[in-house]
């Protein structure tokens, strides 16, 4: 992707941020003229490509008089409408030949017809749908480059006051909607680069600028433990990241090698269609417990039955007799799979 934050690295830095921040917008609103395009395109789709189908079928039933009437009952409808209509047609047909006890060759025509613009029209939509999620998600990418060059830029302006840590509250309230709004993977050819779900990202992958990972980093007593944080840099040369804890009140840099850092999931996967994605029952993770922003470990108590459903995970805790924490909920967004340290 063009303009990309590695370029908000080179001196002089303010000049390139405000640059970027502007290459950013005028993408952005590129993007969503093209979206309100998709969008328009389904009506697009109900007036035209249906417009024949409809008129085709109901001339088979009841004569080619009617046709004229029927385009004209089409135009104004969406896709969906069409759909819903042509399914209707389906079910009526089905029951008519359950009602005559037997299947003419002339319903068997029909119904093939109507199956075959059925399948015609489900893939137009999804090919629509997956365009339009595309577009959604390549918006979202540019509006987190641009969140970062505005970040960027405010360093280089030293005629602003310093700006305030963000209060703690918003912080998780933050946390919180970007695991809300993480994408539906769709199903289609392939699978993402980018981590999805309980798949973590392919092995050459490199977390971008911006991305949020879990970061095992040394604590102030030594000890070590995985926090959330937020990607600033990858070294190529030395396959070291640089990452800033997410939470300000702590702020520290950390530079750490990739096996000290996990993507978190671009993805959510969708247990009704893609059930493999997902972390099983008893299943070992790493999970962001909630209102914090560190990353511990849990056993998955149940996996998520809906797209919109968190897991519900037992934290390791040794203050319960059996060392598990009681269920409790954590978003698909902050669930990743537990690498073990190795023994000593």
């Known amino acids: 992707m063009a303009n990309t934050c590695h370029v908000l690295h080179m001196p002089p830095g303010g000049a390139i941020c405000t640059m970027a921040l502007v290459s950013a917008d005028s993408r952005i609103a590129e993007l969503l003229t093209e979206l309100h395009q998709l969008i328009k395109q389904t009506q697009v789709t109900g007036d035209t490509l249906h417009s024949y189908r409809g008129t085709w079928v109901v001339m088979l039933s009841y004569g080619a008089a009617a046709g004229g009437v029927v385009q004209r009952d089409w135009m ?3 896709q969906d409408d069409v759909m819903k209509h042509n399914l209707v047609n389906i079910q009526k047909t089905h029951e008519r ?5 037997k299947i003419s060759p002339y319903y068997r025509t029909k119904l093939r017809g109507l199956y075959t613009t059925a399948k015609a029209d489900a893939e137009a939509e999804c090919n629509i749908l997956r365009k339009a999620l595309d577009k959604i998600a390549e918006i979202k990418s ?3 480059e641009r969140r970062i060059a505005a970040k960027i830029a405010g360093l280089y302006n030293d005629s602003e006051a310093p700006r305030k840590t963000m209060r703690r509250g918003v912080l998780m309230t933050l946390l919180q909607q970007s695991a809300m709004t993480l994408p539906l993977w769709i199903g289609k050819p392939g699978r993402p680069h980018s981590a999805w779900g309980a798949i973590p990202a392919s092995g050459d992958y490199v977390a971008k600028p911006g991305d949020k990972v879990a970061a095992r980093v040394k604590a102030v007593d030594g000890d070590e433990q995985w926090i959330l944080a937020e990607v600033v840099s990858y070294s190529h040369a030395t396959n070291k990241y640089e990452v800033d804890d997410i939470d300000e009140e702590g702020k520290e840099r950390h530079t750490l090698s990739r096996r000290r850092i996990i993507p978190l999931p ?3 996967a969708n247990p009704e269609t893609d059930p ?3 972390f099983q029952k008893e299943q070992l993770v790493l999970a ?3 209102q914090t922003t560190c990353f511990y470990r849990a056993l998955i108590h149940t996996p ?3 797209p919109q459903d968190d897991y519900s995970v037992l934290f390791e805790d040794t203050s319960y007799a059996d060392g598990y924490s009681p269920p409790l909920n954590v978003a698909q967004r902050y669930v990743v799979a537990c690498k073990e340290p190795k023994k000593k």
């Not at 030949?97 to 006890?101: I, K, S």
């Open 76 to 78: 104004g409808r969406t």
């Open 97 to 101: 030949m359950q009602t005559e006890n």
């Open 142 to 144: 540019l509006l987190e």
């Open 266 to 268: 671009q993805w959510k």
């Open 276 to 278: 493999e994605a997902l």
């Open 288 to 290: 962001l417990y909630p």
């Open 304 to 306: 998520p039955q809906r």
